[in-house]
């Protein structure tokens, strides 16, 4: 993995947060890197970016690309570097003249296109926990995750733990 992809790996796990943030049934909470006014700003972008994960963890590629090439349309994406005073000149995908949305849009879609197919959009992942719709990605070496956090992992062990316990009850005479 070069230093490009690892920046946009990177940019995958902000998207992983703002998208548990924002949507599905267990959206809760600021990220941290945001204000709270601008948080409802970038709702609509979340729900499109879990869109395009569960698409992915579905291999659905077709369907993710399509979302994202909407956003990368929609955030006016386009390659060009850029630098702030002295600082060394980078590649930027935002307009210069972007709001705070279409920068958003552009730098996380941009992002998620360039590491399609790759071995960071293969480790995103979606719970596995019942009522839990939070996504994640599998920082693990054999990539065996498959829950949000040790929360959802203990509460489906303990279910599990009981359902054993109840059958073992049920078998003994
Ligand atoms: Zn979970």
Same mark, same amino acid.
């Given at each position: 993995?070069?230093?490009? !992809? *690892? %920046? %946009?790996?990177?940019?995958?796990?902000?998207?992983?947060? +703002? $998208? !548990? /943030?924002?949507?599905?049934? !267990?959206?809760?909470?600021?990220? /941290?890197? +945001?204000?709270?006014?601008? $948080?409802?700003?970038?709702?609509?972008?979340? *729900?499109?970016?879990?869109? $395009?994960?569960?698409? +992915? $963890?579905?291999?659905?590629?077709? *369907?993710?690309?399509?979302?994202?090439?909407? =956003?990368?349309? /929609? *955030?006016?994406?386009? #390659?060009?570097? %850029?630098?702030?005073?002295?600082? #060394? &000149?980078? +590649?930027?995908?935002? #307009? #210069?003249?972007?709001?705070? @949305?279409?920068? &958003?849009?552009?730098? =996380?879609? @941009?992002?998620?296109?360039? @590491?399609?197919?790759?071995?960071?959009?293969?480790?995103?992942?979606?719970?596995?926990?019942?009522?839990?719709?939070?996504?994640?990605?599998? /920082?693990?070496?054999?990539?065996?995750?498959?829950?949000?956090? @040790?929360?959802?992992? !203990?509460?489906?062990?303990?279910?599990?733990?009981?359902?054993?316990?109840?059958?073992?009850?049920?078998?003994?005479?």
């Amino acid at each position: 993995m070069d230093i490009g !992809n *690892s %920046h %946009h790996a990177l940019r995958l796990e902000t998207a992983v947060s +703002l $998208v !548990n /943030a924002l949507t599905g049934d !267990n959206a809760g909470g600021e990220p /941290a890197f +945001l204000e709270p006014h601008e $948080v409802g700003q970038l709702a609509g972008l979340a *729900s499109d970016l879990r869109a $395009v994960i569960e698409a +992915l $963890v579905g291999d659905d590629h077709d *369907s993710a690309a399509r979302t994202l090439n909407r =956003l990368l349309v /929609a *955030s006016h994406a386009r #390659p060009r570097l %850029h630098r702030d005073g002295d600082e #060394p &000149w980078h +590649l930027t995908f935002d #307009p #210069p003249d972007a709001d705070f @949305v279409q920068r &958003w849009t552009a730098g =996380l879609a @941009v992002s998620f296109a360039a @590491v399609l197919g790759d071995d960071s959009a293969q480790r995103l992942g979606l719970c596995a926990a019942p009522r839990c719709d939070r996504v994640f990605i599998d /920082a693990s070496q054999a990539r065996s995750k498959r829950f949000c956090g @040790v929360a959802c992992q !203990n509460r489906v062990k303990a279910a599990a733990y009981r359902k054993r316990g109840a059958r073992q009850r049920e078998e003994r005479p």
